[in-house]
Structures are given as structure tokens and as C-alpha cells.
């Protein structure tokens, strides 16, 4: 079977928004006519996967409305518009957790889910950590703790971490640290 490119013929936009914007795209597919496929557009994010020198990782708890409960995450943030993932990952990590790192270098990147978002997270680990203050963004709400990565490996096994971004941050950690 020949995979071939949907032709978008017009585009709508019916949202925007501080951390999305939606729009409605018809395009032509082959042999098929014209289909509508709604698309969320997101800037980007990164997520952190921050190693102590005794092999903790750095987690944080926090509420999440969209799922209304509280969830455990890596430190995470999304990208300003043009801004380099890497630094992105740096400002982060200072923010919701007050370290710094030495070492940082990207573990992975993904697409959240490309069946209707453009949303692209990069995972980075982060080493040599120093201690300093949090600066926590305005409405922000978290709670920072350190858990042996061999833990939060069992976690993410037992279904204990339900954040994709969390998830494969820690398992490919496992593998690399």
C-alpha cells in the first residue's frame, strides 16, 4: 500500500489560546474526496529527567485539571515561542525545582499524539545538580520530592506513574544512568 500526503485545501482557525489553538483543516485524500481533520497546535514542551549524585530522580506532585487529580511528574515546562528546547529545559528546571544542572544532553523526543496534535516533547537528563531556590511560575502549585530511580522505575512498571512524558523519561534513564 502506497502511503500518500493529504493536500490541505483550507485551513480554519477556531481557537486560540495561551497553551493551544485549534483549527479545522479540509483536505483531500485520495480516491476518498475531501475530509475535515481537527488539528490542536501546540508549541512544544520539555520534560526533565534530573539525577542527584545518589541516583535520585527529582519528581514533583501536582493537581492537573484535566484530569482532575494529582499526578506525578518529572519537572516539565512548555517552550516560548522560539525558544531552544535545551535552554527551555535549563529555565525549568531551576524554576519548579531550584537546581542546576552541569550536565544536560536530550534523551529522546516525541510527538505526544500525531493524530490530531503537532505537540513535540523533548526529554533531557539532567546531571551534577546544585541545590539553590525555586521560582515557581504565577498559579503554579507543586509539591518537589526525590525518589531512588530504581522506585520510580517500579512505579512506572506498576502503573503507579500515569504521565507519558514521566513514563519514558525514567524508563530510558534506567537504561542510560
Known amino acids: 500500500m502506497m502511503i500518500v500526503e493529504e493536500k490541505t485545501i483550507s485551513s ?3 481557537y486560540t489560546g495561551k497553551v493551544i489553538s485549534l483549527r479545522v483543516d479540509t483536505v483531500e485524500v485520495l480516491n476518498q474526496g475531501y475530509k475535515k481533520r481537527e488539528i490542536v497546535e501546540h508549541g512544544g514542551a520539555v520534560g526533565i529527567v534530573a539525577i542527584t549524585d545518589n541516583n535520585k530522580i527529582l519528581l514533583v506532585k501536582q493537581f492537573r485539571k484535566a484530569i482532575e487529580k494529582e499526578i ?8 516560548e515561542i522560539g525558544e531552544n528546547p535545551k535552554d527551555c529545559a535549563i529555565r525549568e528546571l531551576q524554576e519548579e525545582t531550584g537546581y542546576t544542572a552541569q ?22 537528563l539532567a546531571t551534577g545538580l546544585t541545590k539553590g531556590e525555586n521560582n515557581l511560575d504565577d498559579g503554579e502549585n507543586l509539591d518537589l520530592y526525590e525518589l531512588d530511580l530504581n522506585d520510580a522505575y ?8 500515569e504521565d507519558a512524558k514521566t513514563s519514558i523519561g525514567i524508563l530510558l534513564a534506567k537504561e542510560l544512568v
Open 12 to 14: 480554519d482557525r477556531v
Open 72 to 79: 506525578v511528574e518529572i519537572p516539565a515546562g512548555k517552550l
Open 103 to 124: 550536565n544536560i544532553k536530550l534523551m529522546h523526543k516525541f510527538f505526544t499524539s500525531a493524530g490530531f496534535s503537532n505537540q513535540k516533547v523533548f526529554i533531557y
Open 154 to 161: 517500579d512505579m512506572v512498571v506498576r502503573n503507579d506513574i
